[in-house]
């Protein structure tokens, strides 16, 4: 048997990660500025959290949402002292996509409608509800196409309104900063006057923070940049820092039941341990603030490179756009620069790099991007 081969992949086998670098099988060294798509939140193969990891292997890695498991209770804990949301619940997943089908769910239990809006541009995951919220019909298929959805502009809130005071609508999902869709960040005004809205026509509003939270953004939340507070937010990528997990985060107004929402991996012991050692190393290593201040810098030093159509970004989610496809800038900062990014569509660079990169390792990024462009491919 072999893998379905759906992914194009570079020729590249990466064997070990330690921190922002990455090492092929011959040994060569890579630059990550990519975190293996935002899921490095603390760099690769941190200590810490191997040491966790290999100590609850050792003891047990799994038993059933059946019996107590105090490991959900300190994650859930340490996670709501962090993202300031203490007086939320947390359900647990396995991945970002099963997170918002979980939110998508609970927010149409709760009012009971049928009808989603979703942004254009939007990324949201492959399941069945994920992916029919996700601005892409090429990856839609039949099966998926039941639930109903109407796109809209993002900073566009006079278009949102007359469709939210329908009342027909079950919830607003949005994420923190469209990564997918190549770095477009809600303006705060837009969000706070969706927040209104949505308390006013009662419409759940989730937020979608998979690749902008856990402190990607400068902020624990993109959201919280504009003070607001959603119904719902979805959580995965650099939650478990490559270990498989997501969950939701509940607002008290929603109840629970006994077998409203339920998974067999979910919550298991040791995505829990990788959950907690993840959140103790973002505070103790403070990367938080640390994404703030290396994303600021790198933000800063682009600007200031000629030749880029515009920079977009927050933190370490930072778009480079360009007038013309950056595949080749791309293979030639991986091939001859030694350096992993990203890309939004075709014209668009995506950083995400774990959040522990250092301003020195920024600076090499900056020089081997810059000598990189300084012999750009001829444009045709
Ligand atoms: C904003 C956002 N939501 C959801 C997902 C889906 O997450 P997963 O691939 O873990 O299902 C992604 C993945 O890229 C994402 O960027």
Known sequence: MKPFDVYPVFPIEIEKGIGCRTYDKNGVEYLDLYGGHAVIS?????????????????????????????????????LGKMSGYDDYSLFLVNSGAEANENALKLASFHNGRKKVLALQKSFHGRTSAAVRVTDNPSIVAPVNAGLEVVFTPINDIEAIRPLLLQREFSAVIIEGIQGVGGIHIPEASFLQQLEA????????????????????????????????????????????????????????????????????????????????AVLDIIKV??????????????????????????????????????????????NRLLFEEKVFTGASGSNIIRLLPPLSLTIADARLFLERF???????????
Do not use: W
């Not at 040491?51 to 859930?76: C, G, P, R, W």
């Not at 109840?255 to 998974?263: D, I």
């Open 42 to 78: 603390i760099g690769h193969s941190h200590p810490y959290f191997v040491q966790k990891l290999t100590h609850q292997a050792e003891k047990l890695m799994f038993y059933s949402n059946s019996v107590i498991n105090k490991l959900q209770d300190e994650m859930a804990e340490k």
């Open 197 to 276: 809205l949505c308390f006013e026509t009662e419409t759940v509003l989730i937020l979608d923070e998979i690749q902008s939270g856990y402190g990607r953004s400068g902020k624990f939340f993109a959201h919280q940049y504009a003070g607001i507070h959603p119904g719902l937010i979805t959580v995965a990528k650099g939650m478990g820092n490559g270990y498989p997990i997501g969950g939701v985060l509940i607002a008290p107004e929603f109840k629970a039941s006994h077998g409203l929402l339920g998974t067999t991996f979910g919550g298991n012991h040791l995505a829990c341990v990788a959950g907690s």
């Open 285 to 330: 290593e403070k990367l938080v603030e640390n994404a703030e201040k290396v994303g600021s810098f790198l933000l800063s030093e682009l600007v200031k490179i000629p030749g880029i159509k515009e920079i977009r970004g927050l933190g370490m989610m930072i778009g480079i756009e360009f007038d013309y496809p950056v595949k080749e800038i791309r």
């Open 370 to 380: 810059v000598k990189v462009l300084e012999t750009k491919p001829v444009v045709n």
